[in-house]
């Protein structure tokens, strides 16, 4: 029976965390299964002896392609990279963790191979000799458990489903192969690429942080964040809609595409809670929200909820917390 | 410039949203809204063709059961031009490489510049229609749009990414799906909402596109529910309206909790 491959996306130089998690949660699929799982590797200048580590956490074998146009970021060449290891390894199942590049890698995968695809995975399961996931829904309410009926199938993790561990220090053979690059997926390119600047406190380290988003207004509604963070001896965090908005730093951003954050408490003001934000801060201790919109998803995950104007509760909040000492 | 825009009818949020125990399907017989993400890739549409290209038409593509009329209507009055709605009642049921193949059928029988679609659909949440599209359209995509250029015919767009922002550029025709921070979508005025009705709807079936029934919908899934389960939850969520003391009370919940010493 044909294996399972698992797009193992590079950052920086290295294996991203939530590949390797996926990795091996994709090994303990196969064991169940009895097929062995492969790790798809993609980038540029790539080291293989470094890649051959990933043998240590459930990889029989890495495949790499090595090639300019998959330094870039841009999920379409990774595409063919991928077909190409599917003409040649004949995978049964393929999956990644969500990011902004593997889930369009993945689409366009599924798209091409005629293969089903499931995103938001949480859980991997082996029933009946086939692998079924659990995907979850509605605001984390329900988990479909969904399965495939085209010959391959796809899954898209969520971000952080995953953790990974330190492996077992194990290495596995590295082979390398050449993509065929299809016109379209060359007729895109990265042009500039602006690296997020640090400034300001580790929002990842703090045991307190309050949270804004869209739902204060402007830019300068921050201030009152500020106030009450400082009152909790916290930080300030804050959405990507109002980071990309220019309202606050990047290095303040919670979700997919900035921080993992697990502080005490995590207060979100004005957040409605969509699924990018809620990966990167589901694991904090007590979470509380505010917002003005009772149907806002943020409700259905966070212990204390208050509808309401944030601007009457935070500066209320923020004295009372103050007058606590 | 032809700009066409995949919009999505979901759920309205106000709606209590439920999965049905026997089809595994959303029930969609309630309130139902345009997906609230699709509002930004419109205006982002309108933008363009108040700036750069005056001359733009913008086409409204949906599929969706006929009820969905009002939806249309909705992305219409925002500033669409005339509409594509796909209804065929073998069309439900689609799993997301159904609905990529119905979308993709509509968008090829005619010569769009530039498709674009919202971040993700508000009931589903996903992320994933504009690179399935994309592919089967063979044309170059870029998702998570925070700004869009048009120039000589190729689209330059600046997006988030883990590392930071990108700035990435491609050949039209181009698959973009637009980021909730590019805009603030303007609602409708009313004689836009009166004016919607009388533009150019045309409702299309799966095989005035040339699709085969069987390859979409229920028959032609390539995925399967074969149940449903809870979740572990986080435990009981006290909510409450604000009447002026809600501060209070979360700070004694904190203290209670020992969050807060």
Known sequence: MAGIAVLCEVQGGDVSRGSIGVLEEAGRSGAALGVPVEAIVCGSGLDDAKLAALGGFGASTVRVADDALLASGIAQPVVDACATAQEAGGYRYWMAAASIMTADAMAGLAARLGAGIVIDAVELHAEGGALVTRRSGLGDSVLAHCGFVSAVGVVVTRANAFAATDGN????????????????????????????????????????????????????????????????????AATRAVVDAGWYPYSAQVGQTGKTVTPNLYVACGISGAIQHKVGMQGSGTIVAINKDKNAPIFDYADFGIVGDLNAVVPQLTALVKARG | MRIAICVKEVPDPTAVKRIDDGSHRLVRSGENTLNPYDRHA??????????????????????????????????????????????????????????????????????????????????????VMAGLVAELL????????????????????????????????????????????????????????????????????????GIDASTVGAAGAATSVGGLSKPAGRGDTIVLEDDGTAAEQLLAFLVEKKVVA
């Open chain 1, 169 to 236: 220090g194990g290495t596995a053979p590295v082979e390398r192969f050449a993509p065929s690059f299809r016109a379209w997926s060359q007729a895109v390119a990265l042009v500039g690429h602006e690296d997020a600047v640090e400034t300001g406190p580790d929002i990842s380290a703090a045991d307190v942080l309050v949270a804004g988003g869209r739902g204060l207004g402007e830019a300068s509604g921050f201030g009152q964040i500020e106030e009450l963070a400082t009152a909790f001896g916290g930080a300030v």
């Open chain 2, 42 to 127: 419109i205006e982002a549409a309108v933008q363009i063709k108040e700036g750069p290209a005056p001359d733009t038409e913008i086409t409204i593509v949906t599929m969706a059961p006929e009820s969905a009329g009002r939806s249309v209507d909705r992305a219409l009055a925002q500033g669409g031009d005339r509409s594509v709605h796909i209804a065929d009642e073998a069309a439900a049921g689609s799993d997301l490489l159904g609905t990529a193949r119905i979308l993709a059928a509509a968008l090829k029988r005619e010569l769009f510049d530039l498709i674009l679609l919202g971040q993700q659909a508000a009931d589903s949440e996903c992320y």
């Open chain 2, 138 to 209: 063979e044309v170059p995509c870029i998702t998570q749009a925070a700004s869009i250029e048009l120039a000589d015919g190729s689209v330059t767009v600046k997006r988030q990414v883990e590392t930071g922002y990108d700035t990435v550029k491609a050949q039209l025709p181009c698959v973009v799906s637009v980021s909730d921070a590019i805009n603030d979508p303007r609602y409708p005025p009313l004689p836009a909402i009166m004016g919607a009705k009388r533009k150019p709807h045309e409702v299309v079936t799966l095989a005035e596109l």
